[in-house]
């Protein structure tokens, strides 16, 4: 397995990702598109998730697919982003059918970022507006990083930030993942100087520090703020592929792609932590040998997701009023 030429979700045709962020809030939205609906599940693993239309991704639900999915911040306020992406998709003609009426269905999952130093003395909620601003940023090539849903996020050590990785399996399938990073755990080693996925690193995506040989098991402290690091916090995620799959079997993908987050998260799935993975299908690949090929996407899934991870804090960058430095400031590399 290689990553795609892009090393982004969008290496599987057909999605776009599109981010709108404020730096004074420090928070922001990213929103997950395609050309038409595609089939879609979750998994939620944490104990504390922040959701919008996810009972309708159960397998037994009647429907058929999404228009979009957004991650968000902002708590439970950021879940109104879903509402300024579904308005917009309305007026494109975009929805699911119901007679004469269409109705965009747009699932959504938040993260907890309203202490990590940015202004959140608003009046009216922004979150509707940046919803409409990251689908009308929706494209191919995509920053990662400080952007987007990840904007404001922060690990328990370093600020967090979006990530997305991809890879293409031998049979021609294409796997991808976007998260945004803001866990309860580090990303890192106790040493500072390691990621936890380190084993799973491509060419250097995520700065080469190689695998940690001697980690401590004993976490310090985190350095969020301590209502943060017992309450704000959650680790958000998309993975896709172009493999065609139903529901029930894009749940079971999203379960796999949650071995990801622990690899690279530590520790991952806590009772204050909203862990959640999305799975998407478009559809366009049919699958010969369904049992082995999902085992395989699954597994594909759990490795972009590490990378994406561990992408999202290397390419974080430092803003005025942080809490928290990144992970080059604290290496001395800017």
Not at 129 to 150: M, N, V
């Amino acid at each position: 397995m290689t990553p795609g030429q892009r090393n982004l979700i969008t290496d599987i045709p057909g999605l776009k990702v599109g981010n709108a962020q404020d730096p004074d809030l420090k928070s922001g939205t990213t929103v997950l598109l395609s050309c038409a609906p595609f089939t879609t599940s979750v998994a939620v693993h944490g104990g504390a998730p922040g959701t919008r239309e996810t009972d309708l991704l159960a397998p037994d639900k009647s429907a058929p697919g999404v228009d979009a999915l957004v991650l968000s911040g902002g708590s439970a306020f950021g879940l109104a982003s879903a509402q300024g992406v579904m308005d917009a998709l309305h007026e494109q003609g975009r929805g699911f059918p119901v007679l004469s009426a269409r109705v965009p269905i747009v699932p959504a999952a938040i993260i907890f970022d309203l202490l990590n130093g940015g202004d959140k003395d608003w009046g009216e909620n922004p979150y509707p507006a940046l919803g409409r601003a990251a689908l009308a940023d929706a494209k191919t090539d995509f920053e990662i990083g400080t952007f987007g849903a990840g904007s404001g996020a922060q690990t328990a050590m370093h600020k967090g930030g979006l990530g997305s990785a991809s890879l293409v399996l031998p049979s021609g399938v294409t796997v991808g993942a976007l998260v945004a990073v803001n866990p309860m755990g580090s990303v890192t080693t106790p040493s500072g100087r390691h990621f936890w996925a380190a084993a799973f690193e491509v060419d250097g995506e995520f700065g080469g520090l190689g695998v940690d040989p001697k980690p401590d098991l004993t976490l310090p402290p985190s350095r969020k703020v301590p209502a943060m690091a017992s309450l704000g916090n959650t680790t958000i995620a998309i993975v896709a592929t172009d493999a065609a799959l139903d529901k029930a079997q894009c749940h079971r993908m999203a379960v796999a792609a949650h071995d990801g987050m622990a690899r690279a998260i530590v520790p991952a799935h806590t009772p204050m932590d909203g862990d959640l993975v999305f799975a998407a299908s478009t559809g366009a690949r049919q699958l010969d040998d369904l049992g082995i090929e999902l085992a395989a996407i699954g597994h594909a899934a759990s490795l972009c997701l590490a990378r994406a991870i561990s992408r999202a804090v290397w390419e974080a960058q430092p803003e005025s009023g942080d809490t928290l430095p990144t992970l080059k400031q604290d290496l001395g590399l800017i």
